[in-house]
């Protein structure tokens, strides 16, 4: 049976429990990160610390805790459950001060509800899909505009990906006004010549902690890197494409929409992508 943290408490799984007033369970009025765990250690713990600030901060939300008090209830849910490598969810959402209402509760009166859980996933590094690589299909981008916010407003990210299932594929890219904007759990790229092409930051999309670590490392790398809009079009002709995302790191991309891209195998500069994250972020744990 796991340990949870539940608002200042270590809680077998089965005790832990929050009001049904909760706004995150009645508004989604909530933000979350999940940070990789290598090795016993966090992958990146820094920069989901600042992006889950920077979400609180976007929607008037109260912090549950300082960035050191979040650091050892990691390390001790991490240490507790003997989590080598697996993931770590955090969640904040507003609370409640009573009944349900659509204007917000008072933050003085009221306190954020602050929920962790580990799930281990040993394997995780070494998982088979990415040496298999990802098929995905484009679906319409109808969520609300404000994506760089991680917000626990995940119901149409999870059709999408029942839709990928339905149609015997792994993920989905979501398109709006022509253009991809990212897939629903992660950030998308093509590859055209050795070039990397991925799309800019804004609030159109999330800004991803994986994203930035793999961009820096192919420049690092002396790869060419462009951001800019594209279309599933251009994906679909490209020589490889990938994804990075916290849970799967650089995921590469074989087929989108029935289309194979290459040879229909993992492209070699997704692979090498992979092999220096994870070496990277090994190294750089906490």
Not at 53 to 75: F, G, N, V
Not at 165 to 182: Q, R, S
Not at 207 to 214: C, E, M, Q, S, Y
């Amino acid at each position: 049976m796991r340990t949870v943290y539940v608002n200042g408490e270590y809680l077998p799984e089965t005790e832990a429990k929050i009001s049904i007033f909760d706004r995150g369970f009645l508004m989604a009025d909530g933000v979350y990160e999940v940070t990789s765990v290598l090795d016993g250690k966090l992958i990146d713990f820094e920069g989901h610390a600042v992006r889950l600030q920077r979400s609180l901060d976007e929607l008037d939300m109260q912090s549950a805790c300082s960035k050191e008090e979040l650091l050892e209830i990691h390390r001790e849910l991490v240490r507790i459950n003997e989590i080598d490598e697996g993931l770590i969810y955090l969640q904040v959402t507003r609370g409640s001060d009573g009944d349900r209402d659509f204007v917000f509760p008072d933050p003085v009166t009221t306190k954020p509800t602050i929920v962790l859980f580990t799930q281990s996933k040993p394997g995780l590094a070494d998982n088979p899909a990415a040496q298999k690589g990802a098929k995905i299909i484009s679906i319409e981008d109808i969520r609300w505009g404000r994506r760089d916010i991680k917000t626990v407003q995940l119901l149409y990210p999870s059709m999408g990906k029942m839709m990928a299932k339905a149609a015997g594929c792994d993920d989905a890219w979501l398109i709006e006004d022509g253009y991809v904007t990212e897939g629903t759990s992660n950030n998308a790229y093509f590859v055209k010549n050795g070039k990397i092409v991925t799309r800019p930051l804004s609030n159109n999309i999330l800004h991803g902690i994986t994203r930035k670590a793999v961009l820096r490392l192919a420049a690092e790398a002396q790869m060419e890197i462009e951001e800019r809009l594209f279309t599933i079009d251009e994906a679909k002709e490209a020589d490889e494409a990938f994804t990075t995302s916290a849970s799967a790191f650089v995921m590469p991309v074989v087929e989108i929409d029935g289309v194979a891209l290459g040879d229909g195998s993992p492209g070699p500069i997704a692979q090498r992508l992979r092999e220096i994250y994870l070496d990277e972020s090994r190294k750089a744990a906490i």
